[in-house]
């Protein structure tokens, strides 16, 4: 499970930056285009980009799914059939950082217990 987390704190890490974090799509560069996730020059993500982006960053697989497990179950989703939920979850209107940072805080606390 610490695979997971490190997958966790690494995706937060990226989405607390004051502009680290966007809607609509995956990521984003400095300018605001989208780009994907894995692109060096992405520097803003929502939620499933930040998570895609920290998989590859820690290069476990297996964590990465860990760490969307634990993400959906804070929510009440299933995985990996309602996985893709979260991007509707980032994506709606009145959604804010805040939350998102707080979803992930759980998600942690879930997997230290």
């Not at 990996?80 to 804010?96: A, M």
């Amino acid at each position: 499970m610490s695979m997971a987390i490190e997958v966790l704190q690494y995706a937060r890490t990226l989405l607390e930056r004051p502009d680290g974090w966007t809607q609509g799509v995956g990521a984003r560069d400095a300018s605001g285009e989208p780009v994907s996730p894995y692109d060096p020059r992405a520097c803003r993500f929502c939620l499933f980009g930040a998570l895609e982006r920290a998989g590859k960053v820690v290069g476990d697989r297996d964590a990465l799914h860990a760490a969307y497990a634990l993400v959906c179950a804070v929510l009440g989703f299933r995985f990996p059939s309602e996985s893709l939920f979260l991007i509707d979850w980032n994506d709606i209107p009145g959604r804010s950082q805040r939350d998102i940072l707080e979803l992930l805080d759980r998600a942690i606390a879930r997997a230290r217990s």
